[in-house]
Nanobody, 125 residues
Framework: QPPLVESGGGLVQPGGSLRLSCATS????????VAWFRQAPGKEREGVSCITRSRSTTTFADSVKGRFTISRDNAENTVYLQMNSLRPEDTAIYYC??????????????????WGQGTQVTVSS
């Protein structure tokens, strides 16, 4: 079983919203930085957003600024990605990833230690 588990994906109409969740199976996320990446068909994986253990956030993708919000709930051991005003170009598999260093956000996937299996988000009318 992957160390991280994403949920919340699905089919939504343009302009709609989804909230993705990233949870762990057996360890705490409290001291880790967690990021969301996405990969659309035929495209390279791109960083979307990240949150450090001190709750500092970084948005990597300019196209999601003002629409997507990352947050964490340590009591629930979960990191969320709230996605509003969704567009067809947001269609992708969304992955969460965790960095053991925890103190900074990186947009490079190789800097992350744990990954989930991904959840499909499809924006279509």
């Amino acid at each position: 079983q992957p160390p991280l588990v994403e949920s919340g994906g699905g089919l939504v109409q343009p302009g709609g919203s989804l909230r993705l969740s990233c949870a762990t199976s057996g360890f705490s996320l409290d001291y880790l930085a967690v990021a969301w990446f996405r990969q659309a068909p035929g495209k390279e994986r791109e960083g979307v957003s990240c949150i450090t253990r001190s709750r500092s956030t970084t948005t990597f993708a300019d196209s999601v600024k003002g629409r997507f919000t990352i947050s964490r709930d340590n009591a629930e051991n979960t990191v969320y990605l709230q996605m509003n005003s969704l567009r067809p170009e947001d269609t992708a598999i969304y992955y969460c990833a965790a960095d053991l260093r925890g103190t900074s956000c990186s947009g490079a996937g190789d800097d992350y230690d744990y990954w989930g299996q991904g959840t499909q988000v499809t924006v279509s009318s």
